[in-house]
T-cell receptor, first 115, second 114 residues
Framework: AQSVAQPEDQVNVAEGNPLTVKCTYSVSGNPYLFWYVQYPNRGLQFLLKYITGDNLVKGSYGFEAEFNKSQTSFHLKKPSALVSDSALYFCAVSAISGGYNKLIFGAGTRLAVHP | KAGVTQTPRYLIKTRGQQVTLSCSPISGHRSVSWYQQTPGQGLQFLFEYFSETQRNKGNFPGRFSGRQFSNSRSEMNVSTLELGDSALYLC?????????????FGPGTRLTVL
């Protein structure tokens, strides 16, 4: 069965410092991996995805993620955190069953960036 | 281009009632997926529609149903509401039903069952 784990419920970072939000996955075959962000009372906003190719993926708002096949990880990173980055972050894997659209999400990690 | 829209944004119902939620996808998108978000269970896949056909369904009881119209707009229906159905219901659309395609989410409908 395909699954996603986000081992940290919350990550605390000082503004200006680099941030990392961790994600590991378990899939059969090649994974399609996604990061979304959710602000209070809002839907999910797409940040970036890995389908194939370069292991370092760049996305919106200065975020990037590194795909590591041997460690089955897809950690989200940003070189310099902003207070406005404080939100709930979700890692997801696309369930490749007949090519249908079905995202399996991790539990989410709350990022708190302190001034 | 307008994003995914969902109506209504908020709903309050009582146990035993039924409810219909609506989703309008991004123009040109033919796939619509529905997810339920709760504090306890997180984000869970409900079902996906593509070209008016249900392509995939999650592990939810038959009280949860949906449909898609020829203009790709979608509705989901929950009958005989239970307290546990209180959740944020999110709709997402994408161009195709390919798992590599990005799903874009609407703002959600917050359903409260009393």
């Amino acid at each position: 069965a395909q699954s996603v784990a986000q081992p940290e419920d919350q990550v605390n970072v000082a503004e200006g410092n680099p941030l990392t939000v961790k994600c590991t996955y378990s899939v059969s075959g090649n994974p399609y991996l996604f990061w979304y962000v959710q602000y209070p009372n809002r839907g999910l906003q797409f940040l970036l995805k890995y389908i194939t190719g370069d292991n370092l993926v760049k996305g919106s708002y200065g975020f990037e993620a590194e795909f590591n096949k041997s460690q089955t990880s897809f950690h989200l990173k940003k070189p310099s955190a902003l207070v406005s980055d404080s939100a709930l972050y979700f890692c997801a894997v696309s369930a490749i069953s007949g090519g249908y659209n079905k995202l399996i999400f991790g539990a989410g990690t709350r990022l708190a960036v302190h001034p | 281009k307008a994003g995914v829209t969902q109506t209504p944004r908020y709903l309050i119902k009582t146990r035993g009632q039924q409810v219909t939620l609506s989703c309008s996808p991004i123009s040109g998108h033919r796939s619509v997926s529905w997810y339920q978000q709760t504090p306890g269970q997180g984000l869970q896949f409900l079902f996906e529609y593509f070209s008016e056909t249900q392509r995939n369904k999650g592990n939810f009881p038959g009280r949860f149903s949906g449909r898609q119209f020829s203009n790709s707009r979608s509705e989901m229906n929950v009958s005989t509401l239970e307290l546990g159905d209180s959740a944020l219901y999110l709709c997402a659309s994408s161009w195709t039903s390919d798992g590599a395609d990005t799903q874009y989410f609407g703002p959600g409908t917050r359903l409260t069952v009393l």
